[in-house]
């Protein structure tokens, strides 16, 4: 596992999105957008698992940056809708877009099951790593 997260660490930042001071902080965020495409910051706070104004903080810097953009909820003025600026996209999709085309290669021959259970294992991890779960002092404890 420390090696998955340290390559993810190390991709390359593309020549075109260095001078923007990308963090691995900023990888979660991009990737929730540019695979899920446009959502809200209680949205996107939701899925990174931060407090709404921490998300906040991060979309105003990348916003400030050029690389988010923020607009109007059509269906609820009140919403910002916030997305991958078009200028920077295709830099960001060449950067990240390779990971998740190899999730999916190494995961395709998994049966549904072997992938749920994949799927549940990390979540597991996840859980336990955060502290949520159990104690480092007694891995059996649940």
């Not at 990174?48 to 105003?60: C, D, F, K, Q």
Request: hydrophobic share 40%.
């Amino acid at each position: 596992m420390p090696r998955l997260v340290g390559r993810a660490k190390k991709l390359p930042v593309p020549e075109a999105l260095r001078s923007l001071s990308l963090a691995p902080r900023h990888l979660s965020l991009l990737s929730y957008l540019l695979f899920d495409g446009p959502m809200t910051v209680n949205e996107l706070a939701a899925r990174l698992g931060v407090a709404p104004t921490t998300a906040s903080l991060l979309i105003g810097d990348l916003s400030r940056k050029g690389v988010l953009e923020r607009r109007e909820d059509e269906r609820d003025r009140r919403r910002r809708i916030v997305a991958l600026s078009p200028e920077h996209e295709p830099a960001i999709s060449a950067w990240l877009a390779p990971g998740a085309a190899a999730w999916r290669r190494v995961l395709a021959p998994l049966t549904p099951l072997e992938r749920r259970l994949f799927v549940d294992t990390l979540l597991a991890y996840e859980t336990e790593v955060g502290g949520e779960r159990g104690s480092a002092a007694d891995p059996g404890s649940s």
